[in-house]
């Protein structure tokens, strides 16, 4: 059945001066720039409704034709970490031991990373990221998801930002294959693990982290 489009307007919208503009480019900016993917998580325990206000915000990305394909599981419990953990490390030694070709290590040599994953049990939340390839209606029949995979990843870099923007640093891992997360997690088959963000504090406030930098202006952008 053909749905007709419905309107309303864009009320939230607003309007900034320009040189306010100027400004709060800067300070987002400035905030954004001090996010470091970081490693190394204490356990403490993050607030009641933090973690569900940031997955709100990771749900208002935009997404093909608003179909919203996405799930998110939050891990807790220790039991199910441990798990997590056992499966991940499982596939990240052979990775690290075999299957990856010489220039992929290569270019991880900066990052310091190995097999071991102690921050899958170590962090307080685990939040995997799952992606929905069709919808399922109640009936049981599949219907097409456009661009989930963008769509996913638009609403996992809002949800980066809203944990940055809260004082919580993230990690986003992606240990290959991850096709058990779907077991551990008792998710269907029509989800498809996309990442497993590791989420808390930082275990001291002088964690290590590479020194490494980014891109200018000029490197990343071309302006006609
Ligand atoms: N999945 C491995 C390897 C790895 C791959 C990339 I690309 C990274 O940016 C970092 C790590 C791991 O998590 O260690």
Known sequence: MT???????????REYPADEMGVRAREFHEQMRRRRTVRDFSGRTIPE???E??????GTAPSGANLQPWHFVVVRDAE???QIRGAAEKEERI????????EWLEALAPLGTDWHKP????????IAVMVQRYGVRADGTRFKHYYSGESVGLAT????????NVGLVSLTHTPSPMRFLNR???RPNSERPYLLMVVGYPKRPDVPVPDIGKKTLEQIATFI
């Not at 206000?53 to 990771?58: D, E, H, P």
């Not at 990775?95 to 010489?102: E, I, S, V, W």
């Not at 870099?157 to 940055?164: D, P, S, V």
Request: charged share 25%; glycine share 4%; aromatic share 12%.
């Open 53 to 58: 206000r940031c997955l709100l915000t990771a």
């Open 184 to 186: 551990i997690l008792d």
């Open 3 to 13: 749905e007709t489009a419905r309107f309303t307007t864009l009320k939230d919208y």
């Open 157 to 164: 870099g809002f949800l980066i930002t809203a944990l940055h």
């Open 95 to 102: 990775f690290y031991q075999q299957r990856a070709p010489k």
């Open 49 to 51: 409704g933090v973690l």
């Open 80 to 82: 199910v970490k441990r």
């Open 119 to 126: 921050f899958l049990e170590e962090a307080p939340v685990l």
